[in-house]
């Protein structure tokens, strides 16, 4: 009995292959490159992480990020702000530099218990409807 793959197939006009037309051409490899990974290729492909789904929707390009947080997270967090010295306190109202601590924009989610002097790049409405309710300012920067 041979011991190895090499010796057993000696003389072997096939070596295993079935017949001698077996393993010809692109057509018996399963086609080139990456042909077959959603098919007959498609565990080798999915073991090493490269199985491909198609595309999706649309990437805007020039598509900008805005930090936005809500005035009711902004209104929690502002004692933590003060503390910390992001924000001041100014006999009953706390006065926040948005971008200062990051922030692009303020939305209108949430309920406004203090105070605020905010000053923002960006405000929506409810926002700023909320914070002067409250007594507050909203100043664009």
């Known amino acids: 009995m ?18 001698h037309k077996n393993r010809r051409g692109a057509g018996n490899r399963g086609g080139k490159g990456r042909a077959g990974h959603r098919d007959h290729r498609f565990t080798h492909f999915l073991l090493a992480d490269e ?3 198609g595309k999706h929707g649309f990437f805007q390009q020039n598509a900008s990020k805005v930090k936005a947080i809500d005035v009711g997270k902004l209104d929690q967090m502002a004692d933590d702000l003060v503390a910390c010295g992001a924000a001041t306190l100014e ?3 706390i006065t926040i530099d948005a971008e200062q601590i990051g922030i692009d924009k303020i939305l209108g989610g949430g309920k406004v218990t203090h105070k605020l002097i905010i000053t923002a790049k960006e405000f929506s409405e409810s926002a700023r409807s909320k914070i ?3 007594g507050g300012q909203a100043l664009t920067a």
């Open 2 to 19: 041979p011991v190895n793959k090499r010796s057993k197939y000696r003389g072997s006009r096939t070596c295993g292959g079935g017949t």
């Open 51 to 53: 199985v491909h789904n």
């Open 91 to 93: 006999g009953d109202s």
């Open 132 to 134: 002067e309710e409250s």
